[in-house]
């Protein structure tokens, strides 16, 4: 994690043994999500006068990237929450829950990203020029640059039937005269 943990009681004495045990659990949720990059946690104790005791309101605030995750236990939601370790180990579990689904979204959205771009992680450009005569070409990256490749980067494919606006991915690598493309890969 970025930052430290910031821990907040409220309402109540400072408790180093359950400080103790809130770090523990952020240590298990930085398991499933190493992107974690702050955690707030304020624990709280409220005062009901029809139940005999304190009951403890955890809320826990994560940040990762794009996103924040929030946790928020209500002690009216479980009467168990009379115990501020059961209200820390319940509002922990479903932060958990959390992380997974984020850490889930942002595996399926970067499988996506990947398939989108062809499979090698390199976005799909186009052959923006042939030069059959002299044995080469030139690719268009997303980003507008334009790119040498020879008849012999070409991998499964007839460069003689190559025609401008093919779409293709390549692997980069700097060349005499500059970047050129090599294992270029026909996409349509």
Do not use: W
């Not at 042939?130 to 007839?158: A, C, K, W």
């Amino acid at each position: 994690m970025k930052l430290p943990v910031e821990i907040t009681f409220r309402e109540m004495p400072i408790s180093e043994a359950l400080e103790n045990k809130i770090r523990e659990k952020v240590e298990k949720l930085e398991q499933f999500c190493d992107h974690i990059t702050s955690c707030r946690v304020v624990v709280e104790a409220s005062h009901r006068h029809q139940h005999k005791g304190h009951t403890y309101h955890v809320r826990i605030d994560l940040t990762v990237p794009g996103q924040e995750l929030v946790v928020s236990r209500d002690p009216a939601d479980n009467l168990a929450h009379t115990d501020a370790y059961v209200a820390v180990r319940d509002a922990f579990d479903a932060a958990r829950r959390q992380v997974e689904k984020y850490v889930q979204s942002n595996r399926r959205e970067a499988k996506a990203h990947r398939a989108a771009q062809g499979g090698n992680g390199t976005p799909p450009a186009r052959i923006s020029e042939l030069i059959p005569m002299q044995d080469y070409g030139r690719i268009t990256t997303h980003e507008g640059r334009e790119i040498y490749f020879h008849r012999n980067s070409l991998v499964n494919g007839d460069f003689d039937k190559l025609s401008i606006g093919d779409v293709v991915r390549f692997n980069e690598e700097m060349g005499d005269e500059g970047p050129q493309a090599s294992s270029v890969h026909l996409l349509n």
